[in-house]
């Protein structure tokens, strides 16, 4: 089936350091997977961080940007320089545009120390 | 626009309880999703609505649990005989269409199964 593997947390980063959380795909029934991250900050509700839908793009939000990787069936998330406030869980996901449905991994929890 | 809105916020069972939760989308949205997710797990899928109609149910163990959305826009979902494998959280999210190609959540509702 399909699935979503991203780097197992917690990962801890001093701010102003730079960041990359690793995401890996399979889509074996998907033929044009669309490629998210969503992020869930404390007390909140998961949310829409940044998406891609085409394959070889880069999608990016608030400092944060990734890329679709269709040979190495990857979407790592990068960020140049992290702050306090993007301390979060934040969750890779495949998206079916067939049949409307999402796939997400395990969530990667992310603390920003000053 | 007001969010996706969910209730309860908690629920605590004993083994064999009955609960039901509550979903109301961001009007508009015809498609309404329920996750479940276990603590420190991902999202996992386990129905999802276009409008009235399951489009999807084969991840909701049947035998005990059952999700309606009669009129396309409400939605309930139900377990008749609660296990402590249920406890978790439960997610509920909406999506207008897959032009917009994005999953709103709401806050979810938390489960505990004693």
């Known amino acids: 089936g399909d699935s979503v593997t991203q780097t197992e947390g917690p990962v801890t980063v001093s701010e102003s350091e730079s960041l990359i959380i690793n995401c890996t795909y399979s889509a074996t029934s998907i033929a044009y997977p669309n490629l998210f991250w969503y992020v869930r900050y404390p007390g909140e509700g998961l949310q829409l961080l940044l998406k891609?839908?085409?394959?070889?793009q880069k999608g990016s939000s608030r400092g944060f940007e990734a890329t679709y990787n269709k040979e190495t069936t990857s979407f790592h998330l990068q960020k140049a320089s992290v702050q306090e406030s993007d301390s979060a869980v934040y969750y890779c996901?495949?998206?079916?545009?067939?049949?409307?449905?999402?796939?997400f991994g395990a969530g990667t929890r992310l603390k920003v120390i000053a | 626009e007001a969010g996706v809105t969910q209730s309860p916020r908690y629920a605590v069972l004993q083994e064999g309880q009955a609960v039901s939760f509550w979903c109301d989308p961001i009007?508009?949205?015809?498609?309404l999703y329920w996750y479940q997710q276990p603590r420190d797990q991902g999202p996992q899928l386990l129905v999802y609505f276009r409008d009235e109609a399951v489009i999807d149910n084969s991840q909701l163990p049947s035998d005990r649990f059952s999700a309606v959305r009669p009129k396309g826009t409400n939605s309930t979902l139900k377990i008749q005989s609660a296990k402590q494998g249920d406890t978790a959280t439960y997610l509920c999210?909406?999506?207008?269409?897959?032009?917009?190609?994005?999953?709103?959540f709401g806050a979810g509702t938390r489960l505990s199964v004693l």
């Open positions: 009007s508009g949205h015809d498609t």
């Open positions: 996901a495949l998206g079916d545009p067939g049949n409307y449905k999402y796939v």
């Open positions: 999210a909406s999506s207008r269409d897959w032009v917009q190609n994005t999953l709103y």
């Open positions: 891609v839908i085409t394959a070889g």
